[in-house]
């Protein structure tokens, strides 16, 4: 399994969990204060909607979760010898979920990609909202330039 993740910045998460869920038939998988995701079955997409009031309809990055470990290591291994730069964000808890994951350096427009597979479920968002309502990175991630989940 892999699958796109778009994660978007929305107004209103109720208003927006009823749009979606109209829009893909289905309901979320997950729905946290301020946080909700869906597994879309058709297309294949894991949506993240991060409630950012004021931001609403922004991208606030873009992902590919993978099946595991194993899985993030070989993209982060081939994406090395593609000549792409990453910075790891490995063993941590983000999105309500523990995950294994890295950044990819250097998009031509500044985007945000992470590859992540999710080990577990969390009680706790992790890396929490910025300031902005975008997620706050490790410093480490920070420094890179990248988000958080």
Known sequence: MSRVQLALNVNNLEESIAFYSKLFGTEPAKVREGYANFA???????????ENPG????????GIEVEGVDAVDAAQTRL?????ASVD?????????KQ???????APNGEQWEIYTVLADSETF???????????????VASAGAGCC
């Open 100 to 106: 294994e994951k890295f950044w990819v350096e250097g």
């Open 55 to 62: 931001h609403g309809g922004s991208i606030n990055h873009l």
């Open 89 to 97: 964000e490995r063993d941590t808890t983000c999105c309500y979920a």
């Open 40 to 50: 879309v079955t058709e297309p294949s997409l894991k949506l993240v909607l991060l």
């Open 126 to 140: 992790g890396c929490g909202p910025s300031n902005d309502g975008a997620c706050a990175p490790t410093p480490e």
């Open 80 to 84: 090395a010898e593609s000549g792409l």
